[in-house]
């Protein structure tokens, strides 16, 4: 009978709910008191498939396939910007209005561009490090640079590294509106920064590739 069926399957739900918790207390009581070295095997188990930490680990690394983009600085506007970073830094926020733009020049291949740069990002994490700062690009004239005029460059750790990407990808999918959004390393005066992450800002040429119009 149908009443019967019920019972088997609420008897059946409670033996399986009794094991996993025995199961589940066993393990937390073996993981906190290490019996068995569980601790650490737990713990390299989590660090194998925890890809934040992977991103993390290669952060650094210079053997990649990234696009190389060269960012150009004059000595008087970065001394500049770190003023204004040195003012974040005691203040612990960067305020609206603090950062203005100075003058650089950028280029991913043979060809350069004018363009003008300034600190970004509120809080601490865009410019507590000492050299990978939030920046803001603004190209000069009609170029474009990944066939942007306006984006971001960033320590790939503010946007919670491969978070945001996958955040884009996804609205692409989906056919939302999303930031051409992608990793690549940045040379700053001839010095390897690493990886940073490149975010496109808001314009006509986001509008235009996401068939959106103006207003």
Known sequence: SLNTKLNELKKQFVIVFFFSFLFLSIGLFLGEYNILGLRKTMFDIYNRFNYELFIKQRISNSRNSLKKVYLNIDDSALKKLNETRQQALKARILMPGSSDYVSAKISE???????????????????????????????????????????????????????EWLFHKAAINEGIISLN??????????????????EEGFSEELLERNTLQDG
């Open 181 to 198: 959004y992608e990793f690549v390393n940045l040379i700053m005066n001839g010095e390897n920064f690493g990886i940073y992450a490149l």
């Open 109 to 163: 291949g043979e060809k350069e561009f004018k363009c003008e740069v300034k600190l970004k990002g509120k809080l601490e994490d865009h410019f507590i490090h000492p050299f990978k700062w939030s920046l803001k690009v603004k190209l000069k004239g009609n170029e474009k640079l990944f066939g942007m005029k306006k984006f971001s460059l960033q320590h790939p750790k503010t946007r919670n590294y491969i978070n």
